[in-house]
């Protein structure tokens, strides 16, 4: 088949006035060449404008992409065209008109469960810019909370010791109240605000534990791949203070316009403990996020985490890294169920001068979430989760296992 070469910006032109549109499309930035070139070997003229409303949004070119993907939009029905025109939209932060075309998309009952995942994560970014206050509410059970181990003899300086479990080490069932707010502190939504808390409140007051996060979110009007974060995550556990922890961040979108299929956070944060200041540490830490559809029913999500953590003292500084991954699975229509895995090492950096040795972690984590989206109490879908994890560490004093149940309600 013989290929189209022709620049895009005749190529708009010619095919704009040749189905109708409503006048010239500029495919290119005042910043950037008058002319680019373009290949395909597709002949139907509207599916060689989509190409071009496709190859516009990866250069950056939004308000090109919208002008194209609108014109299309007059001439076929097609969610496909209506999907990217979303996301040029919600590239161009004009998230009211996206959420709309998100949602008519996501509606339709011949979308791929798959895809429909994928634009939730948009449609959540967009309740963030436009501004949102979500309240949540679970019932949490926990068969360690102190994290104690199962070894019931350790050697401690030469010494065999033998341990004995608080009295209180036992399962325990309680509440967590939770609330996510967000709003853009622009007009054009490139200054953003955010909180994030939880408190859970259990009979026994010395496992209550609350933690806040609060910081702003920074966009670049000529780099929509980078985003900076500012924040604050502050820590209370048995109503003493537990942590602090100040932060500064930068967001990578390797593919702003598919930002969810891949993305990476590189933070940095000073980690504070007042009342234990050994442990004070500069902690650096690196996520990659990534999702990518498997069939039209299974969405697949994981994450990388590295991290490194120097403290003043060698025994409390340690690097390591984790990687986990999930399935997000649709099942009689409107079941979504969600089996994951992580698995995650930490290597200590200096001896521990208890049990001399330097300390070396392994932590595994299974579990598995059910929700039914047709469901709903007081607002709120609800969903059942259920998690094993296990700590093995070199220290048998630091190795562990617990489960957890949890039914939420948000």
């Known amino acids: 088949m013989q290929k189209v070469k022709i620049g895009i910006l005749a190529l708009c032109l010619l095919l704009s006035l040749a189905i109708g549109s409503r ?42 992409a919208i002008q194209v993907f609108e014109s299309l ?4 029905d097609s969610p496909r065209v209506r999907l990217e025109l979303a996301r040029a939209l919600f590239l161009n932060r004009q998230y009211k008109a996206a959420k709309t075309l ?37 019932i949490v059970t926990d068969s360690n909370p102190r994290n104690f181990t199962d070894s019931r003899q350790v050697m401690i300086a030469g ?51 609350w933690i806040g996060d609060a910081g702003v979110l920074i966009s670049f009007k000529k780099n929509r791949a980078l985003k900076l974060r500012l924040g604050l995550e502050e820590s209370f556990y048995a109503g003493d203070h537990l942590y602090e922890f100040p932060y500064i961040s930068f967001i990578l979108f390797p593919k702003p316009s598919h930002q969810f299929q891949i993305n990476s956070e590189l933070k940095i944060g000073k980690f504070r403990v007042p009342a234990a200041r050994h442990y004070d540490a500069t902690n650096l830490s690196l996520t990659t996020k990534l999702a990518k559809k498997l069939t039209d029913n299974v969405l697949s999500t994981g ?43 930490r290597l200590y950096e200096g001896q521990d001068p208890f049990f001399g040795k330097t300390r070396h972690d392994t932590r595994k984590t299974a579990g598995i979430s059910l929700k039914v989206s047709n469901l709903s109490l007081f607002g709120l879908t609800p969903e059942l989760c259920l ?4 700590n093995l560490s070199n220290i048998d004093y630091y190795s562990y296992d617990k489960v957890r149940f949890t039914f939420n309600l948000r």
């Open 23 to 64: 006048g010239a499309l500029h495919a290119t930035e005042p910043d950037q060449p008058p002319e680019k070139t373009f290949t395909t070997q597709a002949t139907d003229p509207l599916q060689i404008l989509f190409l071009v409303g496709r190859h516009e949004l990866k250069r950056g070119n939004y308000l090109a």
């Open 73 to 76: 939009t007059k001439q076929t």
């Open 102 to 138: 998100f949602k008519e998309v996501q509606s339709n009952p011949n979308i791929p469960y798959a895809v429909k995942e994928n634009i939730q994560f948009y449609l959540d970014e967009i309740d963030s810019a436009l501004g949102s206050l979500k309240f949540g509410f679970s």
């Open 159 to 209: 010494q065999v010791l033998t341990l004995i479990p608080p009295k209180d080490n036992k399962e325990v069932v309680g509440i967590r109240y939770s609330v996510d707010a967000a709003k853009a502190l622009s007009d054009n939504g490139a200054l953003m605000g955010y909180f994030h808390a939880s408190y859970s409140d259990y009979p026994n007051r010395s496992f209550d534990r």
């Open 303 to 345: 994450n990388i985490y590295l991290e490194k953590s120097s403290a003043t003292e060698d025994i409390y500084s340690y690097y390591g890294g984790s990687a986990g991954a999930s399935l997000h699975l649709l099942l009689f229509k409107e079941w979504k169920l969600k089996p994951y895995v992580s698995i995650g090492r």
């Open 387 to 390: 998690s094993y994890e296990e």
